[in-house]
């Protein structure tokens, strides 16, 4: 991309060289967003810095390691998370998303020009601090399957975030999409004893009820009282996690709707791109001792278990199906994904 908005090209630019603290990977596999094009042309207002090579969160095999660096080796695949910090102990770090966006501060800006270029690409070079290895990762047999990983990882990271318990009630909204098909997965596996669905698409919502009978679909109607009143029906008595996985919404109805589901005690974890403030029940959330929280991408521990938990099969991939392309029909890759969510995906393999 030379300007954000401007048409972008395929084409060959120099490889990515490796430095200190750095790792350079051959990108295996990327899940391409929904919403790419979206952020691509400018329509999301994403801070990118142009010239880029954009791309998220992807798949690698380990090429080339700084001096360095000594936690990874050539050869290892790895789950790179576009996420970069400023690691500030003390005060407010800056975090970008490499290749993706950054805050509008002059500091993430700074941080942008070093570590800029992201996963679009045959090869791209990521701080070593974001790369999670994934043990017998090279031997695993559907490599289109593992940028899923992400999406697992961002969803569990919530789901952790609102101290998730065996045994609860979890509801995820937005569920149709892909973060909500992830956010499904990962609460069955960590033993929900319930998971309520909520999204408008019928096939998307009949799809997550068949992979479990403890997963129970809402369709949202729009209207705040009559889905609280669906989601309770679902539920003994509210649910007690909210992860909220909804992309921008015109009204934060859907939300609050689900908010208002909430028992005693419960917490609402936010994780979605709804973008307008949330007018929150001041007495409700005091009188119930509920919890709101926000949760942002994800570690490398939250990344790593999730891992652990498909290679175990606690997390079972089948129902996943990868829709792949590779970088000669990008644009393709762009509207597949636009018309993909929830359980299928679009995938570059580069
Ligand atoms: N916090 C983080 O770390 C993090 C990381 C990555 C992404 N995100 C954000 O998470 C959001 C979801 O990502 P995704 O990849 O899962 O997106 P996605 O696959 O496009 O899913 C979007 C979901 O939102 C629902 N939705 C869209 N418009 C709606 C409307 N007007 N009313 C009701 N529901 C609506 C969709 O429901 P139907 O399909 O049933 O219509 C679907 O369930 C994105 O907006 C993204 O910005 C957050």
Redesign the pocket.
């Known amino acids: 991309m030379e300007k954000v908005g401007a048409p972008w090209a395929v084409r060959e630019v120099p490889d990515p060289q490796v430095r200190p603290g750095g790792v350079v990977v051959d990108v295996v596999a990327v899940r391409v967003?929904?919403?790419t094009r979206q952020v691509l042309d400018g329509e999301?207002g994403y801070d990118l810095p142009t010239p880029l090579v954009p791309g998220p969160t992807c798949v690698g095999r380990v090429r080339a390691v700084g001096e360095d660096v000594f936690a990874h080796r050539p050869g290892d695949v790895v789950l790179c998370n576009s996420l970069h910090s400023s690691g500030d102990a003390v005060g407010s770090p800056d975090e970008i998303l490499i290749g993706w966006t950054g805050t509008g501060s002059a500091r993430s800006a700074r941080m942008q020009q070093v570590w800029r270029h992201g996963s679009f690409a045959e090869r791209a070079c990521y701080p070593a601090s974001c790369l999670t290895t994934l043990p017998g990762g090279a031997e695993w047999s559907r490599p289109e399957l593992l940028p899923f990983l992400a999406?697992l990882a961002?969803a569990d990271?919530?789901l952790r975030r609102g101290g998730l318990r065996g045994g609860q009630t979890v509801l995820v909204n937005?569920?149709?999409?892909?973060?909500?098909?992830?956010g499904t997965l990962a609460a069955l596996a960590r033993g929900a004893v319930r998971v309520i669905v909520t999204?408008?698409?019928a096939d998307?919502?009949a799809a997550l009820a068949a992979l479990d009978p403890r997963v129970r679909p809402v369709p949202?109607s729009?209207d705040r009282a009559s889905d609280t009143a669906a989601i309770l029906e679902e539920t003994d008595d509210g649910a007690d996690l909210l992860l909220d996985?909804?992309?921008?919404?015109?009204t934060t109805d859907?939300t609050l709707a689900c908010v208002d589901a909430l028992r005693l005690r419960g917490t609402a974890v936010?994780?979605?791109?709804?973008r307008h403030d949330l007018a929150l029940p001041y007495q409700r959330i005091q009188r119930r001792q509920l919890t709101v929280a926000?949760?942002?991408?994800?570690d490398s521990a939250t990344a790593l278990e999730v891992w652990q938990l498909v290679r175990s099969g606690a997390i079972d991939l089948d129902p996943v199906r990868a829709h792949v392309f590779d970088l000669d029909r990008f644009e393709a890759a762009l509207d597949r994904a636009a018309s993909?969510?929830?359980l299928e995906?679009a995938v570059l393999e580069p």
Not at 174 to 182: M, S
């Open positions: 967003p929904s919403y999301l999406s961002i990271g919530g937005g569920a149709t999409g892909n973060l909500g098909g992830a999204g408008r698409r998307a919502l949202l729009g996985v909804i992309a921008h919404t015109p859907p936010l994780v979605g791109g709804v926000g949760s942002f991408m994800f993909l969510t929830g995906y």
